[in-house]
């Protein structure tokens, strides 16, 4: 039963990737026909990104009444009931309905499957789970590919992952027994169980506003360097366009990769290690990518960042309980997804209007400001966590 559940949540991750890298790929079909401007892409993503940040604050309340699985199960459910609404949707303003509840369900699956994997796995399955993600958002577009080549349609994309999700979610509660009889948190196990724990109260947490600074600086790096690297390779280093985009594919190839060697790391190092491990390396492909030569090095150094960015957001997630207690590591967790959101709303954004203002060649400076400032949020953490016996 323990590896069945195990299973589930495996293909939960698969599956919640799958629809996060559509949009790129069927744009180009979509805003065709909906007439609207190409940039009108950035409207739909901050909608979703948007839901994702208020259900992430609100994934605490929803878990202590519902439990984890019935939590994924219900978001999962919201998720593929939007997909089926993307995939008979003609008009683009109904489709920005429709991401309503795609980011609300995200949020709150996102927030309440790594607490449960957290409290109950050890830290090489947080990294092969986030590992599954990647398999799932590098199967997107092929899906979508699939459908458009098949004369489907970009609607016919999300009709598969529709569908898709809606058997993930039957699977879900079909599931729910099995979650029930896992070791419930220390909150769970109390016979008075404590409250949801508002914004301000998880702010009041020693180490807290260090660990969100933190991720917030991770997500925000990672997804900067993602949206920009084919930018910085074709403006700046003058690599044509079609290579740009196949040399940027391998920032994320390193990330995936990465995470599937870290599983098996964690068995020898802690969180703390890989965490730091990840940083550096991050370090390196950004000095490599200041060298001033060709595209190759450039390459290398995106790969260098894509492999030190793999460790770092599950090492995160899977320290939260040791730093902060099982009883409020749901509260942590669910607001650090919203500062990883936030930071992937605004940031690359800010980057964008720095390139057009300055240059794009300012990319390595701009991850290398983010990288020290969650280096120093991740020691201050360790050092709040060793003072009060946490970690």
């Known amino acids: 039963m323990f590896q069945l559940l195990l299973a589930i949540i495996y293909l939960s991750f698969i599956s919640l990737g799958l629809p996060d890298s559509m949009l790129g790929a069927a744009w180009p079909n979509m805003y065709v026909e909906f007439g609207v401007p190409i940039s009108y892409a950035g409207i739909i993503s901050a909608i979703i990104s948007l839901g994702t940040i208020v259900s992430s604050l609100q994934s605490d309340r929803l878990t202590l009444k519902l439990g984890a699985g019935k939590v994924t199960a219900i978001s999962v459910a919201m998720t593929a009931i939007s997909l089926i609404g993307f995939s008979l949707t003609h008009n683009f303003w109904l489709l920005c309905l429709w991401a309503i509840p795609y980011g609300l369900g995200g949020g709150n699956v996102d927030a309440a499957l790594n607490n449960y994997v957290a409290l109950h796995y050890e830290s090489r399955h947080m990294s092969w789970l986030h590992c599954m993600w990647g398999v799932g958002a590098a199967t997107g577009p092929y899906v979508m590919g699939y459908a458009l080549t098949g004369g489907m349609g970009w609607n016919g994309g999300y009709r598969i992952v529709g569908i898709l999700q809606i058997v993930l979610s039957a699977a879900i509660f079909l599931s729910l027994p099995l979650w029930k009889n896992r070791k419930v948190n220390a909150a769970e196990d109390s016979a008075k169980p404590r409250k949801p724990m508002a ?34 390779l074709t403006l700046y280093k003058n690599v044509p366009a079609d290579t740009a985009a196949s040399y940027a594919a391998m920032f994320f190839i390193g990330i995936t990769i990465g995470r599937a060697v870290s599983g098996f790391m964690t068995i020898k190092l802690s969180d703390v290690q890989m965490i730091r491990l990840g940083q550096g390396l991050i370090l390196l492909g950004i000095v490599i990518m200041l060298i001033p030569a060709g595209a190759t090095l450039s390459l290398i150094g995106l790969i260098l960042i894509g492999l030190g960015c793999a460790p770092i957001y599950p090492c995160i997630i899977h320290s939260t309980p040791a730093h902060f207690g099982e009883d409020k590591s749901q509260a942590v967790i669910g607001v650090q997804m919203a500062f990883a959101y936030t930071g992937i709303l605004g940031m690359p954004p800010l980057f964008g209007v720095i390139a057009n203002a300055i240059n794009v060649s300012l990319l390595p400076v701009f991850l290398f400001v983010l990288l020290a400032l969650m280096v120093v949020m991740h020691e201050m953490l360790n050092k709040v966590s060793e003072r009060h016996g946490d970690a």
Do not use: M, N, P
Not at 216 to 228: D, H, I, M, N, V
């Open 199 to 232: 914004l301000k109260d998880v702010l009041r947490i020693r180490g807290a506003r260090e660990v969100l600074i933190c991720f917030f600086c991770y997500c925000a790096l990672e997804q900067t360097a993602g949206l920009w690297a084919s930018s910085y």
